[in-house]
T-cell receptor
Framework: GAGVSQSPRYKVAKRGQDVALRCDPISGHVSLFWYQQALGQGPEFLTYFQNEAQLDKSGLPSDRFFAERPEGSVSTLKIQRTQQEDSAVYLC????????????????FGSGTQLSVL | AQSVTQLDSQVPVFEEAPVELRCNYSSSVSVYLFWYVQYPNQGLQLLLKYLSGSTLVKGINGFEAEFNKSQTSFHLRKPSVHISDTAEYFCAVSELSGYSTLTFGKGTMLLVSP
């Protein structure tokens, strides 16, 4: 596709439910990032993939969060046993470049998935 | 580790007035600096960036920003705003070398009224 696509656009989950959020990066992009944006906050880094390798998962807030990118293209962020504090917009971004300091100029963001945990 | 401070959560301004959105950063090493804009229900778009060279950088939609190393600031300015500039603006930083992801500020909501 022309841009980064995320689905679903909105997700409502009951507390304790498992959810899966999908990201389709721009075709051929090697780098893929997940960010969490809580209400009134800036995006916060969750995890980074270079192709299928998860090189950094230091931002994942707990072991309930799990991300994968098995074939180096589509990525899924899974949250198990959702809690109310997981309510946020989850942003995916991709880049044709590997991560260096200047990666911010080459990042393309999706519109995000808004997760609401009741 | 780096951090970004955007002191103003909201900036209301009238159409055609000038505006400045403030951004200060903290880092122990040299950094790259960015401004992103987020329109309602859309993803983040890069507005402008400072990587090196001239400290005054120009971006899209008439915005510009000035890098001030001594004050560790990267304020965003526009001489005359339009209604369509109403959006959330995020300042972001990443380290100059090696592995570094983007660190964002909390954002400033620019509200332009007629």
């Amino acid at each position: 596709g022309a841009g980064v696509s995320q689905s679903p656009r909105y997700k409502v989950a009951k507390r304790g439910q498992d959810v899966a959020l999908r990201c389709d990066p721009i075709s051929g992009h090697v780098s893929l990032f997940w960010y969490q944006q809580a209400l009134g906050q800036g995006p916060e880094f969750l995890t980074y993939f270079q192709n299928e390798a998860q090189l950094d998962k230091s931002g994942l807030p707990s072991d309930r969060f799990f991300a994968e990118r098995p074939e180096g293209s589509v990525s899924t962020l899974k949250i198990q046993r959702t809690q109310q504090e997981d309510s946020a917009v989850y942003l995916c971004a991709s880049s044709s470049h590997v991560v260096t300091g200047g990666v911010g100029e080459k990042l393309f963001f999706g519109s995000g998935t808004q997760l609401s945990v009741l | 580790a780096q951090s970004v401070t955007q002191l103003d959560s909201q900036v209301p301004v009238f159409e055609e007035a000038p505006v400045e959105l403030r951004c200060n950063y903290s880092s122990s090493v040299s950094v790259y600096l960015f401004w992103y804009v987020q329109y309602p229900n859309q993803g983040l778009q890069l507005l402008l960036k400072y990587l090196s060279g001239s400290t005054l950088v120009k971006g899209i939609n008439g915005f510009e920003a000035e890098f001030n190393k001594s004050q560790t600031s990267f304020h965003l300015r526009k001489p005359s705003v339009h209604i369509s500039d109403t959006a959330e603006y995020f300042c972001a930083v990443s380290e100059l070398s090696g592995y570094s992801t983007l660190t964002f500020g909390k954002g400033t909501m620019l509200l332009v009224s007629p």
